[in-house]
């Protein structure tokens, strides 16, 4: 784990310990979004990265972009990461926070590539089985990937199930081999 990583997580820790419940963590995620999303803007990139700029210009400039759109505690985080020059780390302290945030509320989001788009009832299914599994409420993101031929390969957290054609092809290619 990166330094860089490390220190998001601790940052995101942070933050998700002034949640005192569920409306205050959706807050939390939106502003973190938006100020990731700032912080990850090709102009600004530039801006924070021009070392011709003092540190507290940078943070000046930033906060005026922003300020007008999160309230007095997150503008409190980006004075903190910006007197620490450690502003390109908020779309790492977002992404930290929205897995802490998760856990915290027992969700998690499957991806799942399949070779033909999906029914209602399949993703119903999938997701069913999956909460089931995880005890967690599962959110599903799909997509169509045709060189599956068939099947779908799932992906939630540290698990991965292939149910592809292609991986059933795969995988009998290497018993075959041996």
């Known amino acids: 784990m990166s330094e860089n990583t490390t220190v998001a997580i601790s940052y995101a820790k942070a933050v998700h310990d002034l949640c005192a419940d569920a409306a205050q963590a ?21 801006f924070l990265g021009d070392e011709a700029r003092s540190r507290a210009d940078r943070l000046a400039g930033f906060i005026k972009v922003v300020e007008d759109a999160v309230d007095e505690k997150a503008l409190n985080l980006v004075r903190l990461l910006g007197e620490r020059d450690r502003l390109d780390l908020l779309p790492e302290v977002a992404a930290a926070f929205e897995k802490l945030r998760a856990e915290a509320e027992r969700r998690i989001v499957a991806s799942v590539v399949s ?31 045709e060189d599956l031929i068939g099947g779908a390969i799932i992906r939630a957290g540290d698990l991965v199930i292939d149910g592809s054609m292609r991986g059933e092809l795969e995988h009998l290619a290497v018993q075959m081999s041996r």
């Open 26 to 46: 959706k807050h939390w995620s939106e502003a973190l979004a938006g100020l990731s999303a700032v912080a990850q803007n090709a102009d600004m990139v530039a």
């Open 115 to 145: 070779a033909k788009p999906l029914t209602d009832e399949q993703s119903n299914q999938i997701k069913t089985a999956l909460g089931k599994r995880l005890d967690r409420t599962v959110e599903l993101e799909t997509t169509v990937d």
